[in-house]
Nanobody, 117 residues
Framework: VQLQASGGGLVQAGGSLRLSCAAS????????MGWYRQAAGKQRELVAS???????NYADSVKGRFTISRDNAKNTVYLQMNSLEPEDTAVYYC????????????WGQGTLVTVSS
């Protein structure tokens, strides 16, 4: 399984970006796709996740500003980021989690988001 993330870049505070992450390979249809981020010197943290059924979960710091969505037919997850703040600057990683005989976790390569003040 491979995950390819894209859409990062440099944006001014208050701006928007849309991240995409396409998963390829054999993935169990019931899964959770998510976005995490890691700022310099900090631990990786969950930003948002979405189940294959469409249930979502957000970090408090991004509620009302970020929206996660997915296209199950394309095994792709999106993260629409609005009202970006300098504190959102980080490398953003996507992942997919599913369980068959055991739990599988696959990560994308990360995409850098830089928000200037």
């Amino acid at each position: 399984v491979q995950l390819q993330a894209s859409g990062g870049g440099l944006v001014q505070a208050g701006g928007s970006l849309r991240l995409s992450c396409a998963a390829s390979g054999s993935i169990f249809s019931s899964n959770i796709m998510g976005w995490y981020r890691q700022a310099a010197g900090k631990q990786r943290e969950l930003v948002a996740s979405i189940t294959s059924g469409g249930s979502t979960n957000y970090a408090d710091s991004v509620k009302g500003r970020f929206t996660i969505s997915r296209d199950n037919a394309k095994n792709t997850v999106y993260l629409q980021m609005n009202s970006l703040e300098p504190e959102d600057t980080a490398v953003y990683y996507c992942n997919v989690v599913y369980q068959t005989n055991r739990i599988y976790v696959h990560w994308g390569q990360g995409t850098l988001v830089t928000v200037s003040s």
